[in-house]
Every structure is written in structure tokens, then in C-alpha cells.
């Protein structure tokens, strides 16, 4: 249901996960807001790896970044 979806998200946010590349706090958001970019996690999708936004990576022109944990490409 949404109310145990919300309690994981609440769970996984109380954990402070971080960035292992900006060593920020990730913040999974309940709706989306456009003002979090740092907070907000990406996942790479060939590995899995799940980061906060950097720069670290982004091939010039391609929608690809290299993930700084594995060296694998792919979209964010």
C-alpha cells in the first residue's frame, strides 16, 4: 500500500545514506521536488549503483556517465 511504501522510504531516509563520490546525505523524496538535485539518488542501470548528481563520469555530448564504483557505462 502507499502507507508501507512512505514507512520504507522513511526507513531507507533514516539510514542517512551517502554519496560515496560527494559524500552528501541522499534524501529519497516523497514527491518530487525540483529544488533537491544533491539530495535527490540516482541509479546507475547497468550496475546498480545508486549515487547523489556530480559531474564525475559524464562523456562530453552522451547521455552516458561512467559510474566512479565500477567504471560500467550507461544511463542514469
Request: some cysteine.
Amino acid at each position: 500500500t502507499k502507507h508501507d511504501l512512505e514507512e520504507l522510504v522513511d526507513a531507507i531516509n533514516a539510514g542517512r545514506p551517502q554519496c560515496p563520490v560527494g559524500l552528501n546525505t541522499l534524501v529519497i523524496p516523497r514527491k518530487a521536488a525540483a529544488d533537491s538535485t544533491q539530495q535527490q539518488p540516482y541509479v546507475y542501470l547497468k550496475c546498480g549503483h545508486v549515487q547523489g548528481l556530480h559531474d564525475w563520469g559524464q562523456e562530453k555530448d552522451k547521455a552516458t556517465r561512467r559510474c566512479p564504483m565500477c567504471l560500467v557505462a550507461g544511463s542514469v
